[in-house]
């Protein structure tokens, strides 16, 4: 494999690395963020557990998925120069705006929410973690419209070798943009529905005594799966037309057509599942054991399919970085090496693949543990001595 091929593969793979972590938590912010409503409504403690216990999980999630996107945007700067340098004055537009106005309001009203349990009035303590659901979104919306802007360069002309932004208005209303944004958070919604079905099943295949905790949260998942799986399957059939109209032959290369089909197989098969199995039997899901090793396998899928709609969009446009503007060939970064793309593409795969390890492990041991062992939002140990080691045990 050449220097190319080998760079393509790298941020293919850590990539769809990173993208396993955003679409989980897209899918956890607002399920997180109507239980958390719930309670404050109603004044219910389960709703208040519920809250922090999948709120625990979507922290554990947020603050490793930090780590992936810090990788890709290294890669920018050592394997892609060439698109910073013809580019970047467009494509870094919708990059920075993330950065600054999406993931740093993100990260402080999460900060917020997560240190100002029983310490700010509830009203306010709910508010932030909607704003962390909103910018979580707003994040979609820049990082979709550069990706979108690679896709489709509208708003752009190029001079002196350059391409320059004239119409901003047209880099956020891209055709490319359009339909790929809601289907992504409703991608989100599926894999967080899926993840709440099968950790719940888990634990009620184990006989939790959390059985109500439990209950209530696989049927909050099969619901979210259903309205996720809808709306994904919907959005993704809209975008063949205008998808089509600006990069004809998208779905016929060696790479978008096998994963077309992959995403189709799986994203309609999950649909199915969901809409007239699930669906139909959400009484009795939580009250028979025998479905629940079903649901845990079903986990996955919502994430398989995310991937493969991701190469999708990522390898239906090939040859080109800038469709119909810049080859991926002049967009590697000039000089670079076999061996230097090897190594670099080892060690970022290598701390992602790490990455993900960890993220799966602190989630399953969150969730063997159940909701009577979360620290977030614990209440604060009253003043005093510290208990005896003795009478600790």
Known sequence: MDVVGLARLQFAVTGSLHFLFVVLTLGLAPLVAIM???HVLSGNPLHERMTRFWGQIYVINY???IFTGLVMEFQFGLSWSGLSHYAG?????????????????ESTFLGLWIFGWHRLPRGLH???????TLTAYASALFVLAANAFLQHPA??????????????????????LVFALPHVISAGLWAGGFVLMGASAYQLFRRTADREFFTRSLRTGVITAFVGSLFTVGFGYAQFGPVGAVQPGKFDGPVAGPALGLMITVGQLGQLLVMFVLLPLLYW?????WPQPFLMALTPLPFVAAIAGWLVREGGRQPW??????TVADALTP???????TASFAGFAGVLGLLALVDYALIARAVRRGPGQVALGAPDRPAGPLPSPVHSL
């Open 321 to 326: 970085l800038v469709y119909g503007r810049l």
């Open 63 to 65: 603050a490793l998925g």
């Open 89 to 105: 004055d467009v494509f870094g537009a919708p990059l920075a705006m993330e950065t600054l106005l999406a993931f740093f309001l």
């Open 126 to 132: 709910l508010a932030c973690i909607w704003l962390v």
């Open 155 to 176: 708003g752009s002309v190029e001079r002196g070798g350059r391409l320059v932004l004239v119409d901003a208005a047209a880099l956020f209303t891209n055709p490319t």
């Open 285 to 289: 899901l939580p009250r028979w054991r």
């Open 36 to 38: 958390n409503t719930r």
């Open 335 to 341: 000089g670079l090496s076999k061996a230097a793309i």
